[in-house]
């Protein structure tokens, strides 16, 4: 049990270690989505950010209730078991519907943005083909051509 402690505590020290030299090699902390140049970069950024705090906050109230529900209801408190819980049909709808509802909640300023991203009206470039699309042939093993 000795030499576990020991390694453990030399595991620790060189992991500590290992970390304070490395931080003047991270140079930029840029972990997030860079900010656009245009008025639809921009509102598609804002709404990665908005998303992003939505889904903050459900992480933060779901571990807290998780939390709050593992501290309080733990069995050397003395909590029994609810039996009325197992097969709550409305508890169950619940956590069905809400999460859908989010989701709807969600879709909806991205759809907006989705229309202004595929809206061409504006554009100061059109570009046309005049060529069919390029058909590749692949040879398989039985020596037989596939068209892709």
Not at 50 to 58: D, E, P
Not at 108 to 119: F, G, T
Not at 131 to 145: C, G, S, Y
Request: aromatic letters at 6%; a positive charge; one cysteine or more.
């Amino acid at each position: 049990m000795h030499i576990v402690n020991r390694f453990l505590k030399r595991s620790v020290v060189a992991g500590a270690a290992a970390m304070i030299a490395s931080l003047p090699a991270r140079a930029d902390w840029a972990i997030n989505m860079p900010r656009g140049v245009s008025e639809l970069s921009h509102d598609i950024y804002d709404i990665h950010m908005t998303m992003f705090w939505v889904c903050f906050g459900i992480a933060v109230f779901t571990f807290g209730a998780m939390i709050l529900a593992m501290v309080r209801f733990r069995k050397s408190k003395g909590a029994v078991a609810d039996q009325k819980l197992l097969h709550n049909a409305r508890l169950e709808a619940a956590w069905t519907l809400i999460p859908v509802v989010i989701l709807i909640g969600m879709a909806h300023p991205l759809r907006r943005e989705l229309v202004k991203i595929e809206d061409t009206s504006g554009s100061g470039l059109t570009v046309k083909s005049h060529r069919p699309p390029v058909v590749l042939a692949v040879r398989v093993p039985r020596h037989r051509r596939l068209l892709l």
